[in-house]
């Protein structure tokens, strides 16, 4: 008989390829452990949404990240109607499905927001690991090798330790915010598949750098990155980046997502312009989507939801500011 994480995934694989990430059943488990409440929908005519709940008492925000699937007119308005039905005050939602897809959703009228999730990524396609070597931009290449011969070492693994105390060093350097250790071991439990690569120096086996990729139907996702930048010579933060590519390659996977790049044509003024030139080294091709779009379906109840958004957001704030 199969589990309900077994069919959820597996009609999601019907209704697209790759079916995302985002939409999996181990995902929404991982939201329902950081204070969402999932809702897994299935909306009529093979269309579904996982769906996540968050809300002020009776008024409810509803959140698709990469949904519906599939991505359809028809899908749009069987999830609306839905939360019309569901007394659903404001429906956030960002469909896997290309920049012109948002004449859909004005039509029905959506409003573009901020997003959540990457509007733009880069994905490489997944060869033999001596071919995909020889594609890398020459920098790249060089880094892998001379991290190679040097002698740093990559453990596969689940440890998400190690990953929050190389990204707790990127959040010290760059004054970002990135998620708590608990986050990562949630992630690493529940994902359909979820791995860290850490890499250490040959000797002491201190951590230089840590990735963690998920993989699913066919796909592999490049979520979370960190390094300290200890002991640069040995190239850790490259070997650990190859590591998590070459290791999908080997087992059978079709492509590669990095997961975020800065939008086509954006300057050295874009926050992300240094990792978009680091990641494009590493070759595959840009794609962009429609991006987040939310519909207001009650006035009262959004203008709640969005003070309450204000409020969380300035208690976060107040908490880094002190520690």
């Not at 939409?23 to 897994?40: C, D, F, L, M």
């Not at 509803?62 to 519906?68: D, E, K, S």
């Not at 001596?130 to 990559?154: H, P, W």
Request: hydrophobic residues 40%; aromatic residues 8%; charged residues 25%.
């Amino acid at each position: 008989m199969m589990t309900g994480a077994t069919a959820w995934d597996g009609d999601l694989e019907e209704q697209a390829s790759p079916s995302p990430l985002l939409q999996t059943w181990g995902w929404g488990e991982v939201q329902s452990r950081a204070g969402w409440t999932i809702e897994r929908v299935r909306l009529g005519a093979g269309s579904m949404a996982s769906v996540q709940l968050r809300g002020v008492g009776p008024v409810r925000e509803a959140y698709v990240p990469r949904g519906p699937i599939p991505a359809s007119a028809g899908s749009i308005d069987a999830l609306v109607e839905w939360a019309r039905e569901a007394k659903i005050a404001k429906l956030r939602l960002e469909p896997e499905a290309p920049p012109a897809f948002g004449e859909v959703l004005t039509a029905r009228g959506f409003i573009k927001g901020p997003p959540t999730q990457p509007e733009h990524t880069r994905i490489l396609e997944l060869k033999p690991p001596d071919e995909m070597l020889a594609s890398f931009k020459q920098g790249r290449r060089y880094n892998i090798r001379t991290g190679l011969k040097r002698g740093a070492v990559v453990e596969e693994g689940k440890d998400g330790a190690e990953l929050a105390r190389q990204s707790a060093a990127v959040e010290r350097r760059e004054s970002i915010s990135l998620p708590a250790r608990a986050y990562y071991d949630l992630l690493l439990e529940h994902l359909p598949w979820c791995r860290t690569y850490v890499a250490r120096h040959p000797e002491t086996r201190e951590g230089l750098a840590a990735v963690l990729v998920a993989r699913h139907g066919g796909r592999a996702y490049h979520l979370f990155a960190g390094r300290t930048g200890a002991h640069p010579e040995l190239m850790g933060n490259d070997l650990a980046w190859w590591a998590g590519i070459r290791a999908a390659a080997e087992a059978g996977c079709r492509d590669y997502d990095l997961w975020g790049v800065p939008p086509p044509g954006s300057g050295p003024e874009h926050p992300w312009h240094g990792l978009g030139f680091f990641k494009a080294e590493y070759g595959g091709e840009e794609v962009g989507y429609a991006g987040a779009w939310e519909l207001v379906l009650s006035s009262a109840g959004a203008r709640l939801i969005d003070i309450e958004k204000r409020a969380r957001r300035g208690i976060r704030g107040l908490k880094r500011n002190i520690s």
